[in-house]
């Protein structure tokens, strides 16, 4: 059985790979066998202070015995999705595996929100998934095998009030995902979501520099385990949903939340 998690020969293009759950999930795929394309956004990078994340992370995968290529785009920008994935089938030959992870958010109360925020996040959350999927789904197709993993979070069901776009674009993500897991199961194509709850990523970093804030934080979005996880953690679930070991599930969305989505007993 332990085959059915191998992912020895297949190449998988993972977005927003150079930080956090994507990089994670760039070497625990790479620890698994397989190529990886390591997409990244250098302004992105920059602003989180890692301008030398993707190459480091290129680095730790090559160092496993595997093949890697570097992608840059900014997937703010319209095409961008479909050009993306052009260049990690030029650099690893093909595409068997999509990882959609790479998201903006904006912590902003409701009444906040500009018209030029919405877009951005809409850009880079929705029309970017859409353009990914529609350049990577018909060689998966032809191939007649591919893997498909959109990551979702915990605020689909437990939308915090902050990031209204952000979860509503969540929501609107696994809508998309159950609607092609159907249409393309048939074809040995699996689509699924992977729901992360509270993650100390690159993104939440400057929340954590309040230890006694963070704490309040982790004991109320981390219950029942009751902290937030390592990027890391998501590995495991990630690795079950791009391998053999899913030829039977599509449509679903996994939850990696230590619990914080079961519903609140008081």
Known sequence: ????????????????ASLSIGR??????????ADIAIHYSAAADAAFGQPDAARETHAAVTAR???ACLVESDLARQGAGRETVAAATAGLGG???????????????????????????FDI???ATVELLQAALPPMQQQGWGRVVTI????????????????????????????????YAPFNVM???????LVATERNRRRREDADAWREIEARVGAPV????KPDEMVGAAVLLCSDAASYIAGTDLMVTGGGHLPIVT
Not at 104 to 109: A, K, L, N
Not at 191 to 197: D, K
């Open 1 to 16: 059985m332990a085959n059915w998690f191998s992912m020895a020969g297949r190449r998988a293009l993972v977005t927003g």
């Open 24 to 33: 994670s999930l760039a070497l625990g795929f790479a620890d698994h066998g």
């Open 65 to 67: 015995g595997v093949r």
């Open 95 to 121: 595409i068997d595996i999509l990882v959609v992870c790479a998201s903006v958010q904006s912590r902003t109360p409701f009444l906040a929100i500009t018209s030029e925020e919405m877009q951005r996040q």
């Open 125 to 127: 959350n929705f029309r």
């Open 152 to 183: 979702g979070s915990i605020n689909q069901l437990r939308p915090e009030p902050e990031l209204a776009v952000y979860a509503a674009l969540k929501s609107a993500q696994f809508n998309l995902c159950v609607n092609l897991a159907r249409q």
């Open 191 to 197: 689509i699924n979501n992977l729901s992360p709850g």
């Open 226 to 229: 009751g902290h937030a996880a």
